[in-house]
Each structure stands twice: as C-alpha cells, then as structure tokens.
C-alpha cells in the first residue's frame, strides 16, 4: 500500500483523498490530507464514512521544516493547493525523493517545475486535472490519427445546470484559479506560429444539444501541447466554455474597474455573491481537422459529464472530473505505466489506458459523441 500526502483539502483535495481510500487494500492507497485550516480538517475527520486510511495533518507549506516533515516516507505528494504554492511544494518533492503531481493551470508555474524536474530520480507530472489535463490527452489522442494537421481546438467548461445571476456562473472550483486563467496571458498556435493572446478575448458561440454558449480564450487550459505540437499544426488553441454574457461582465470587472490589479477584492466579491452549486455540468469538446488517407477530415470528441454519487457521495461534475483525473495519474504512476522520474506530459498518456482506469472511466458516461 503506498503513502499519498494530498495538500489541500478543498472542493477537490478532499474528494481526491476520499476516492484514492475507496479503493481496495490490495493496490490501495494510505492518505494524508494536509491544509493550513484546522477547520477545514476537523470537517474531513468528523465524517462518519471516513475510511482509516484518511487522516489528517494541518500543515503550513510556507514552512519547509514542516513541510519537509510531512513528506518523509511518502510515495507521491499531489499538490490541490492555490497555483502560487505549487512550486515550493515541488521543490520539497524534489528534496525528499517523492513523486509530485498537481492540478495547476499556471503556465508559469508548470514551467518552474518542468526545469525543476530536470535530472530528478522521481516523476514531476503537473497538471493532471480537468484542463489543463484531461482535455490535452483528448487532443493528442485525435491528432495521432492523421497523417498532417491542419487545426486542434479545444473547449471546456464547468458550467452551473441551472444558471441563475447575471454572470451565468456559480462557484465550482478555486475561485483563486479562475481568477488567474481570465489575466494571464493565453499560449496558442496561429498561422503556425506559438503567439501568447489575451485571455477574455476571441470570443465565440456555439450550440451543442441545442444550447447555446460562448467560448473565449483562457490561460494554461493547453499545458504543454503548444510545445509538444509546434511545427505541426497551423491552429491550436483552448477556450473556456461559459453561457452567453459572461465574458462581457468579467472584462468590465477586471478591465473596466481595475480588479485584475486587486485580485483577492475580485476573490472576496465573488465568493461572497455566487453562491457554490453541486449541480453543474463539465462540458469536453474537442474537434481535430488535417489531412488522412488524402483527404482534409475533421474527428470531434464531446461529452458532459453531470455530477451524480462517487464513492458513496454527492459530488459535483467539476469534483469528479478533476479529482478523477489526478487519481489515474496517480494509478498510472503506480502501477509502473507511466515515466517515474522526470518531466512528464500529460500527451504521453495514452485515452484509451485513461479511460480504462478505475478512476478515469468517470469519462466515459454521458458520451454525446466520439468520433472512432
């Protein structure tokens, strides 16, 4: 059984720590979920359903002598902290030995920790979440079945089921994250060139299952596919999916009056006004166009994914989707099938084995439409 230290036990954290325990002793998983908030720990710990294989550790991450303590013995430490501490935690990762995942869109930050991983005797694989994440291993996916590329276009959004304020929007996941994707800049292909664009801009619509929504550029949705693609494709380019009118109200708050600058002022208003739902929808679209067997073709790859019970409780669809993807990672690493030391894309990571996984399989329900 292998020892996991999950640091941050929020929204996601703590459903990646209550998956990991629901599986059996027998290729299972031990558990600690550290956060700085004693509260928030006591919460996980007073859970009737807690498995003996969760415990809890308040743990400051500023602190490295604490910090370093806490991932001693550990088999991987997953990061579910806000993005501007992922790269301490990976630095300590690298000191101790340990193996090191995370769910950061920070491009940034990925960037630090590619370089960190460099030479290390363990495996630094960032981003295993939703998007970036699971959205890329799609896309390479379908890229691979063409001969050349032409265009690879991805779309994602967690979206509210029943949307009902002006911003079309409640509170699914860090609302720190979400900040941060709608200021910093946007990595994309055009005309074959990487070029950095700017988030908010570049608005769409379209309609899938005859609703209609907007898509607009977001920073680090693509990880590190830029790079992996360049020289490849004439387009690339990710855009997070919202309904219609929600781009036009962030850009007047972070543009028009300023908040980009004050970013936890923007924090604290949208946590105090959007009320958190668990009934939401995680929308993957992905469409790939180039050239096979002569021919210019285009494959597409579509599925919402609602929220419903995992492991014996109500989760949100972002829950589900994002824990469930750094829970394969994990697996994957594991068992053997991925690269255990340095840098690891998540475009190596074969769909099929993902989808096959115990967790990953959360990704095959509610199938709209895959192109074969």
């Not at 558990?31 to 009737?48: E, H, M, N």
């Not at 000191?95 to 920790?113: F, K, N, P």
């Not at 992996?228 to 309904?243: F, Q, S």
């Amino acid at each position: 059984m292998k020892n996991i230290l999950v640091i941050g036990g929020g929204k996601i954290g703590s459903v990646v720590a209550e998956l990991l325990v629901d599986t059996p002793e027998s290729g299972g998983y031990r558990v600690t979920v550290a956060d700085r908030s004693a509260a928030l720990l006591a919460q996980i710990a007073a859970d009737p359903q807690r498995s003996p294989r969760l415990s809890t550790l308040v743990l400051d991450v500023n602190d490295p002598a604490q910090l370093a303590a806490a991932l001693a013995g550990r088999f991987a430490v997953l990061s579910a902290a806000p993005y501007h501490l992922t790269l301490q935690v990976a630095r300590a990762a690298r000191d101790a030995g340990v193996h090191y995942l995370d769910l950061t869109e920070d491009v940034a930050s990925t960037r630090a920790i590619r370089a960190l991983a460099a030479g290390a005797q363990t495996a630094f694989i960032p981003q295993c979440g939703l998007a970036p994440g699971f959205i890329a291993i799609v896309a390479a996916d379908l890229a691979r079945r063409f001969d050349t590329l032409d265009s690879v276009r991805m779309r994602v959004g967690a979206l509210p089921a029943y949307p009902s304020n002006a911003l079309n929007y409640n509170l699914t996941w860090s609302t720190e994250g979400v900040i941060n994707e709608y200021c910093e800049p946007c990595e994309a292909i055009v005309d074959g060139q990487p070029r950095e664009v700017p988030a908010l801009e570049e608005r769409e619509e379209f309609s899938l299952d005859g609703v209609l929504y907007e898509a607009f550029n977001t920073s680090g949705g693509l990880g590190t596919l830029c790079e992996t693609l360049a020289g490849k494709v004439r387009t690339l380019n990710y855009r997070t999916i919202r309904y219609p009118g929600h781009a036009a109200i962030m850009k007047a708050l972070l543009h028009d009056l300023r908040l980009k600058d004050r970013r936890d002022v923007l924090k604290d208003i949208l946590e105090q006004a959007l009320p958190a739902t668990m009934q939401d929808v995680v929308i993957v679209f992905v469409t790939v166009t180039g050239q096979r067997d002569g021919q210019l073709q285009q494959d597409t790859y579509a599925r919402k994914i609602y929220s419903h019970v995992l492991a014996g409780k109500m989760r949100s669809a972002i829950q589900i989707t994002t824990a469930s993807s750094l829970c394969t990672m994990l697996d994957m690493l594991a068992a053997g099938d991925l690269p255990q030391t340095g840098f690891v894309r998540q475009e190596e990571v074969p769909l099929a084995a993902f989808l096959a996984n115990r967790f990953g399989r959360v990704y095959a329900m509610d199938e709209l439409a895959h192109a074969a």
